[in-house]
């Protein structure tokens, strides 16, 4: 195999697991939300496994670019990565996939920086993840040269239903009890005018 | 510092009520025109003001942090949550232009070019607003109402009101004399810690000291209400009996006092005839003078009855925010209102104990504190009473 | 001794920092995080800095900081 080819699998590769990771990342990423352990972690043990996720995807993205720049078949360009739309290859859909990677930098850069910007404006931009991940499936389904194999569609498959089933447990009712029975805490109400 | 020569200091303890009365023709006649070149940090240090809305902060403190900062805003404070406290609407009806002359002198002090005015009151906005535009200070001064809900004066809240927000408490890890209105160093002071400021400015510290104790100098202004035929605001000495207090305001013979408001303490029967309006005397009590405002308890009532009212009503004031506070103050209030109300469990009493007991300091504000304190001494004081309702009695219905 | 502060007006009873943190914190019958100890005080002796510091990290909703 010469280093082309290797450059395309490796792609294609990252590109996949990196879909597999972001999957992980918003199971959790409910689940911390929730305040629930799971699968044996505590919740502390959750929210820093959605963390590690979360980065352990970002940097196989970064692999994924990385390898497409410089492969020549991808024909992917510096402005291709900030600018979705306007590739040679497959333009539609590989502008997903630069859509999906500027709400990726947004998201994780906010997130190393909630400290600074306040939980409001923290909460604001984390909540863009229910849109980077669809945006990121689509991307896959429409760019990934394997899309059409069974083992490429039994892992979509996979990944959006536990997608699915995450978003399914987080807008039903069960969802807002933190498992102790207790009265909510209220939002204060609208400011009276002067 | 220049004090008009014709101007007569009040010679007596009565002094916020020696104003003539609301206009600012009479204020004039009576008082002259704004001292200049006060130095009233110093003033107000010397004098030992403490601050009048309850918490008793010396206001020398707030008022050099504030200057130190510049480009502060100072507000002047009549909000008056505390339903059984009606001092500051009686001092702005009586004197608002001591108030209004206090909050010139204390902005003017931190260098504020702007101030405000909050109160819950449509008609005290509207009266104050008259009562300002009379007057010609280059201080732009803004009469706010605000919500009239318990926890709107607290410092925190108020400011956030005045920032157009929801008029809430934040969290306390930023004081509002470092970030305050607009971002700036606010400095808060009840109206009628300002009234004083109004005088001292005109007759000088040791005037002020003397009257009340070392400790707590001048006069303050008491709510008297409950079980007595005269009920009213009053002014009085700090160290003052209590039961001197109680009888101008025509008391009747009492099971007990509550002193210092909701969130404050009872003053037990048997102990009335040796406590004085002060914190020494009251401290054993845990209670403190606070806000001024002391409520009798008639021997027709039951004090289990009557603090199990105020312990409900503090629980539906609760601003929400905070999950301890929201969740333990209702049920400290029903399980004290279920011995009121004849339930023959001892258990209940554990419950509310040690939901007192959960709530301290796990609050935004000190309103969870303050319930915790005001049922403490509830069950403290009134423990006898707690043991006749637990054997399916209850004195009041005895005593009538 | 530094002492951990809960903001309140943030604190939703997550409850990661008890995770992290519990020699200093428990969770009430509601969830929120409270003392061990009776006084109800938050000091983080210094041998527990680390721990603190990584429950301000992790905490959902930034509610804890660490005040020296």
């Known amino acids: 195999m010469n280093l082309v080819n290797s450059l395309w699998y490796l792609g294609r590769g990252t590109g996949l697991v990196a879909l597999v990771m972001f999957t992980l990342t918003m199971v959790l990423g409910i689940t911390t939300r929730s305040g629930r352990q799971a699968l044996g972690l505590s919740r502390f043990g959750v929210a820093d496994l959605h963390k590690t996720a979360s980065l352990t995807g970002t940097g196989l993205v970064a692999a994924h670019v990385g390898t497409l720049l410089f492969d020549p078949y991808a024909q992917l360009k510096l402005v291709d990565l900030v600018f979705p739309f306007l590739a040679a290859y497959r333009p539609m859909w590989l502008g997903l996939g630069t859509l999906a990677a500027d709400l990726l930098v947004l998201i994780v850069a906010s997130s190393l920086l909630r400290h600074r910007i306040g939980p409001r404006a923290f909460k604001a931009l984390h909540w863009s993840a229910y849109a980077l991940w669809p945006v990121a499936f689509l991307h896959a389904l429409g760019t990934g040269t394997d899309a059409g194999t069974v083992w490429f569609r039994a892992i979509a498959f996979g990944c959006a239903l536990a997608v699915g089933a995450a978003v399914g447990w987080r807008t039903s009712q069960s969802f807002a009890e933190r498992g102790f029975p207790r009265i909510p805490r209220r939002q204060p109400q609208k400011a009276v005018p002067r | 510092m220049t004090i008009a020569p014709t101007l007569v200091a009040p010679p007596d303890t009565r002094r916020l009520f020696a104003a003539p009365g609301p206009s600012l023709a009479q204020h004039r006649e009576t008082y002259g025109d704004l001292p200049v070149d006060v130095d009233l940090p110093d003033l107000v240090e010397q004098a030992g003001l403490l601050g009048r809305g309850g918490a008793a902060f010396p206001s020398a403190r707030k008022l050099r942090t504030v200057a130190s900062r510049g480009n502060g805003v100072v507000v002047g404070n009549a909000a008056e949550g505390e339903p059984a406290s009606d001092k500051d609407r009686t001092l702005l009806t009586v004197a608002p232009h001591l108030v209004i002359d206090g909050l010139v002198l204390t902005a003017r002090a931190v260098g504020a070019r702007r101030a405000y005015l909050t109160t819950a009151r449509p008609e005290i906005a509207r009266q104050l607003r008259t009562e300002v535009r009379r007057r010609r200070d280059r201080l732009r001064i803004e009469v706010v109402e605000v919500e009239d809900r318990f926890v709107s004066g607290e410092e925190s809240a108020l400011v956030n009101a005045l920032n157009g927000r929801p008029g809430v408490p934040s969290d306390r890890l930023t004081r509002v004399w470092e970030r305050g209105v607009d971002r700036r160093p606010t400095l808060v002071h009840n109206v009628e810690t300002l009234a004083h400021v109004a005088l001292l400015a005109r007759f000088g510290a040791d005037w002020f000291r003397s009257v009340g104790t070392p400790e707590e100098p001048g006069t303050f202004l008491a709510t008297v209400g409950g079980a007595v035929s005269a009920p009213g605001v009053f002014e009085v000495p700090y160290g003052a009996s209590l039961t001197g207090l109680l009888d101008a305001a025509g008391a009747m013979p009492a099971r007990a006092v509550l002193v210092g408001g909701y969130h404050g303490a009872w003053v037990p029967g048997s102990a009335l005839d040796s406590t004085r309006m002060s914190r020494t005397s009251l401290a054993p009590h845990g209670a403190s003078v606070g806000a001024g405002v002391v409520a009798v308890l008639g021997r027709d009532r039951c004090g289990l009855v009557e603090s199990a009212g105020v312990a409900a009503y503090l629980a539906d004031q609760v601003a929400g925010q905070c999950g301890p506070c929201v969740n333990g103050l209702p049920r400290m209030s029903d399980a004290l209102s279920r011995l009121a109300d004849g339930s023959r469990d001892p258990r209940l009493v554990d419950e509310v104990q040690r939901m007192r007991r959960l709530v301290v300091g796990r609050g935004a504000c000190a309103h969870p504190d303050g319930t915790a304190r005001f049922v403490a001494s509830t069950l403290r004081v009134f423990a006898d009473e707690v043991a006749v309702h637990l054997g399916g009695g209850c004195s009041a219905a005895a005593a009538r | ?68």
């Open chain 3, 1 to 68: 001794m530094p002492r951990l502060h809960v903001d309140w007006t943030r604190c939703d009873g997550h409850g990661l920092c008890a995770d992290l943190l519990p020699e200093v914190l428990t969770r009430d019958e509601w969830g929120y995080p409270v003392s061990r100890s009776p006084d109800g005080a938050l000091d983080v002796d210094r041998s527990l800095r680390e721990h603190a510091e990584r429950a301000v990290d992790m905490c959902p909703l930034l509610a804890l900081t660490l005040v020296r």
